[in-house]
């Protein structure tokens, strides 16, 4: 199989494919999620919104994220719009939903975040919450993502993030997030309006905020972790953060090492 590097065993860097919103977040879109994994160690490559090119994407790379974006179409899961459901992206829905299931088939990594969390409940049959209102009145969001592009102005230019929406979680101690952080509980950003609702089929919750909210999953016993919050943004702020990025890099590089064995 052809690669960057011709002996991919030896290559320094992982291939990270980065589904990323064509959307909405100018040039952050190309730099947000991709700076912490370039300083992991890792190699991000944007990934094209083509259903068809899935399997030679996965075939190219090492892992998968999962960027933040709009929402995610109800009809995928099952329900109807709500009147609170924000913008949506079909045509990145079906792509990301066709790239899940197939790096899930390969034992891929996956790491998602904000809609990340989302789409990879929906590849496994979860459902969602509209929006947070219709679960809880108490959890702290950013209607209209307006301190959103203020932290996204501050990222680009490379200053300290404004003040913004922030909250606890508590973190399962025998999770992978718990042992990437070496921490079981820290605050973290919350920008999100919508939540996972019905669990997809193998996850688990590994972290929930005081209401209950779930906030992170994975897949026991597989490098598969998305979280509910813009790691990205904390990773510029918290070292235990930039670790997740370090962990899954890592995870990455053994997915190469076994396909090449095998």
């Known amino acids: 199989m052809s690669r960057v590097c011709p002996d991919h065993t030896a290559c320094g860097r992982a291939l990270i494919g980065v589904s990323a919103s064509l959307h909405d977040f100018g040039d952050y879109g190309g730099v947000g999620v991709q700076r912490p994994l370039l300083a992991a160690g890792g190699l991000p490559l944007t990934l094209p919104q083509l259903p068809e090119a899935v399997g ?38 079906a792509f990301e939903l066709a ?25 496994l049959g979860g459902t969602l919450v509209q929006d947070l209102s219709l679960l809880t009145p108490e959890h702290p969001s950013d209607p209209g993502w307006a301190t959103w592009k203020l932290v996204e102005v501050a990222s680009l230019a490379g200053g300290p993030p404004p003040s913004h929406p ?3 979680i508590a973190i399962e101690p025998d999770s992978q997030l718990a ?18 609702d019905r669990l997809g089929e193998g996850l ?32 510029r702020i918290d070292a235990r953060s930039q670790a997740v990025f370090e962990w899954f890099v890592l995870a990455a590089l053994e997915h190469r090492r076994s396909v090449a064995a095998n």
């Open 56 to 93: 030679p994407v996965l075939d190219a790379i090492d892992a998968i994220v999962l960027a933040p974006g709009r929402d995610i179409e109800p009809r995928r899961y099952g329900q109807d719009p709500h009147a609170l459901l924000e913008e949506t992206e079909p045509q990145r829905d």
């Open 99 to 123: 790239l899940v299931s197939a790096a899930l088939d390969r034992g891929m990594p996956i790491l998602g975040m904000c809609r990340g969390i989302q789409v990879l409940n929906v590849a």
């Open 166 to 168: 922030r909250h606890e």
């Open 179 to 196: 042992r990437a952080l070496g921490a079981t509980g820290i605050q973290v950003n919350s920008f999100h309006h919508q939540a996972i």
């Open 204 to 235: 688990a919750v590994v972290a929930s905020s005081p209401d209950g909210v779930p906030e992170a999953v994975e897949l026991p016993g597989r490098p598969v972790l998305a979280v509910q919050w813009e790691l990205q943004e904390e990773a």
